[in-house]
């Protein structure tokens, strides 16, 4: 199956969440066979990552959506876990600072977008300010934006500009060498019930459950449809959106880390030639070495 098709939504239709599948597909049950093609990814991906980051030309942003308990965290450490820490930059966006509040909502986000050479992730990120912040438009009121006193300025006019803001900002990183990666990893509500009382039930998960966690899942429903506008109003050819089924992590992190590879493989990517003069200091380097006595 190719991931990168199969899951790839360009904003030419309505995504309607509720018609997308969380369930791996069918023919993919062998657990075993997808840990060991996601070795081989990883595998693959350290060696693009090599030369993404030898070349320094072009950049890699990585952006994770989701609800909470969908495997933000675990995908990132599983399938980034054959790459140099000196490449790979982890940026997890919290509820901003008095200081970022000051700025505007995109100030804190472009102050962390990686380096060209390196892969950048964002788990959760710009995004949020179009996700929670609709569902709670409160906390656009209380950041003091403008003329807004009131939850009804918060409205769809509101967050039309927002939907066009993003996708002016991913077309700026993408005219500066960047490849923009958005996967919104797509879980059931049932799914999210039975990982919430995992972390329940097993001591040494219990640090990861927050009793905010249940708060917002009584929002689902309203996290849905604002997911599905948000996704629909930025997707488009240049950077798609990419919705995987997650309620199985092991088959999220296999069409993940597919999706990166092909992505990358696209690129031009290749070490550094060096030039004549160059070559001649190394060929001049390594006689020096040779004449030395051990």
């Not at 919290?94 to 986000?109: F, M």
């Not at 990183?173 to 996967?183: D, P, R, S």
Request: some cysteine.
């Amino acid at each position: 199956m190719n991931f990168e098709k199969q899951y790839r939504y360009t904003g030419k239709q309505t995504l309607n969440l509720t018609e997308q599948a969380t369930a791996p597909a069918a023919e993919y049950t062998d657990e075993k066979v997808i840990k060991n093609q996601i070795a081989k990814n990883i595998k693959q991906l350290t060696e693009l990552q090599g030369k993404l980051y030898a070349q320094d030309r072009h950049g890699v942003l990585i952006i994770f959506q989701a609800m909470d308990a969908a495997g933000k965290d675990s995908m990132i450490a599983h399938i980034m876990s054959g790459i140099n820490p000196q490449g790979c930059v982890v940026t997890s966006f919290k509820q901003p600072t008095s200081n970022e509040v000051a700025h505007d909502y995109l100030w804190r986000i472009h102050n962390q977008v990686p380096k060209r050479g390196m892969i950048g992730i964002f788990n959760r990120s710009y995004y949020e300010d179009v996700l929670v912040s609709r569902v709670h438009p409160n906390i656009i009121v209380n950041e003091h934006i403008g003329d807004i006193e009131s939850p009804e300025q918060v409205n769809d006019d509101f967050f039309n500009r927002r939907f066009k803001d993003l996708r002016y900002f991913e077309d700026y990183l993408q005219h500066n060498g960047y490849t923009v990666l958005k996967f919104f990893l797509h879980m059931s509500k049932a799914e999210q019930k039975q990982r919430f009382i995992r972390r329940i039930e097993i001591p040494s998960h219990n640090w990861k459950f927050s009793a905010a966690d249940i708060r917002e899942r009584q929002y689902w429903d309203d996290y849905q449809r604002v997911y599905d506008e948000a996704i629909t109003n930025t997707a488009t050819k240049s950077v798609p959106w990419y919705v995987i089924p997650s309620d199985s992590k092991w088959y999220s992190r296999l069409c993940v880390s597919e999706i990166i590879n092909q992505r990358l493989g696209q690129l031009p990517l290749a070490y550094p030639s060096l030039d004549a003069d160059n070559q001649a200091q190394l060929k001049t380097a390594l006689e020096q070495l040779d004449r030395e006595n051990d």
